[in-house]
Each structure stands twice: as structure tokens, then as C-alpha cells.
């Protein structure tokens, strides 16, 4: 860049929080460029976090399509490694858990253990 020559970019504020309208930022030609915010996105908390490991493992079983590709593509080291981090989190959280939450949980790892078990077996045959 020669000496007295202007840095052109554009800036992009964060205002998901404050307001959900286009916010106009300028690009490298200098020219004002509208952009869209995201959406808000949804509450997290734990069922929400525990079903979104959840649909992980279906999707390292190959029980749902991945939602980029379409395909069914199974990967069961990852899925026995989510299993786990969801038994983590059960043996962590004990005790901290509402009923439902812990139902929920409980439910969740014995489903996917059991679904875990035949995809391995079928594996071996």
C-alpha cells in the first residue's frame, strides 16, 4: 500500500440481541452493502443440549441422513464416543437434574446403547 493511500473495508456490528433489521456496512469498493442478520436462535439448555448429542450419535449410526450431504454414512467410533459424553454428563450432573431432565437423559443413553449394540453386531456379521 503506497504512503497517503486509504485502508477501504467494510464493518459488520453485531446486534442479534438489539434488533433483527438489515444493517447497511460498507464493502471494498466502498459502497454501501446491506446484510442481513441471523435469525435468533432458539434457548439452550440441557434437554435441548442432551437431544442435540443425541441426533449427533443417529447421525454417526447412520439413522439420519447428514443434513449437508443427504447421505447415511455410519462412523461408530464417534458414536460410541458421544455415548460416552452423554454418560459423562449423566454421572456429572447427578443429582443436579430435575426428574425430566434425568428421565430424559436415561432414556436417551439407553436407547442409543441398545442401537449402538446392533449396528456393532451387524458390523461383525
Known amino acids: 500500500m503506497e504512503s497517503g493511500e486509504e485502508k477501504k473495508g467494510f464493518t459488520i456490528r453485531d446486534r442479534r440481541f438489539s434488533s433483527q433489521q438489515e444493517e447497511p456496512a460498507k464493502g471494498e469498493s466502498g459502497k454501501e452493502q446491506k446484510i442481513s442478520e441471523p435469525p435468533s436462535l432458539p434457548e439452550i439448555n440441557f434437554s435441548s443440549f442432551i437431544f442435540s448429542l443425541g441426533t449427533s450419535t443417529l447421525l454417526h449410526l447412520g439413522e439420519v441422513p447428514d443434513p449437508v450431504t443427504q447421505k447415511r454414512e455410519k462412523n461408530l ?44 453386531k451387524g458390523q461383525q456379521e
Do not use: S, V
Open 77 to 120: 467410533p464417534l458414536a460410541k464416543q458421544t455415548i460416552d459424553i452423554l454418560g459423562m454428563l449423566r454421572e456429572k450432573t447427578q443429582g443436579n437434574l430435575t426428574p425430566d431432565e434425568q428421565k430424559l437423559i436415561e432414556n436417551l443413553l439407553t436407547d442409543l446403547r441398545w442401537r449402538y449394540i446392533r449396528e456393532a
